[in-house]
T-cell receptor, first 114, second 112 residues
Framework: NAGVTQTPKFRILKIGQSMTLQCTQD?????MYWYRQDPGMGLKLIYY???????DKGEVPNGYNVSRSTTEDFPLRLELAAPSQTSVYFC?????????????FGSGTQLSVL | KQEVTQIPAALSVPEGENLVLNCSFT??????LQWFRQDPGKGLTSLLL?????REQTSGRLNASLDKSSGRSTLYIAASQPGDSATYLC???????????FGAGTRLFVKA
């Protein structure tokens, strides 16, 4: 019963490097989200997807890209890493269609850009 | 634009005390409201979800209320325990665009 799985758990990048944060869910959820959480702050929405092939920007999309080719996977791409992208990244998913569906989170990826 | 505010930012109470955490939101067009718990270095776990048509939800020592018209929710924790020490976040799911927006959280410390 995996739920939402994120990899890697930790990563250090140099300025200008690129990387992809992986997220997969096995609950057949149609909605998926990427958030970032800075120290002592709440979560800010980066991108979200309402189904395979459909993505949209959240509150802080600059410097990131996403794709959703399957229901299960929602990778987040950082093309040119900057120190401002040092944060903890969370992937989440839910099933929309009923208003009592909870949001499920992965365990997070701690990213440092130096 | 939906904004979610939580007060207080931090709270320290002695064990056994009943306490209330507050959440307010600016746009009442919501699908639901959730309260989450986050332990240090961990992900978020949903504690309670209140649908827009509901007034409250209960789970064990936790009770969450929702007043959509005034844009407020409270999380009531009865007989607090040291194990309740964590950050509690409130989040609303908007009907327009289906984005879940989070507050900054209340960091709770329950002293033994």
């Amino acid at each position: 019963n995996a739920g939402v799985t994120q990899t890697p758990k930790f990563r250090i990048l140099k300025i200008g490097q690129s990387m992809t944060l992986q997220c997969t869910q096995d609950m057949n959820h149609n909605y998926m989200y990427w958030y970032r959480q800075d120290p002592g702050m709440g979560l800010k929405l980066i991108y979200y997807s309402v189904g395979a092939g459909i993505t949209d920007k959240g509150e802080v999309p600059n410097g990131y890209n996403v794709s959703r080719s399957t229901t299960e996977d929602f990778p987040l791409r950082l093309e040119l890493a900057a120190p401002s992208q040092t944060s903890v990244y969370f992937c989440a998913s839910s099933y929309m269609g009923r208003s009592n569906e909870k949001l499920f989170f992965g365990s997070g990826t701690q990213l440092s850009v130096l | 634009k939906q904004e979610v505010t939580q007060i207080p930012a931090a709270l320290s109470v002695p064990e056994g005390e009943n306490l209330v955490l507050n959440c307010s939101f600016t746009d009442s067009a919501i699908y639901n409201l959730q309260w989450f718990r986050q332990d240090p270095g961990k992900g978020l776990t949903s504690l309670l979800l209140i649908q827009s048509s509901q007034r409250e939800q209960t789970s064990g020592r936790l009770n969450a209320s929702l007043d959509k018209s005034s844009g407020r929710s409270t999380l009531y924790i009865a007989a607090s325990q040291p194990g309740d020490s964590a950050t509690y976040l409130c989040a609303v799911l908007n009907t327009g665009g289906f984005k879940t927006i989070f507050g900054a959280g209340t960091r709770l410390f329950v002293k033994a």
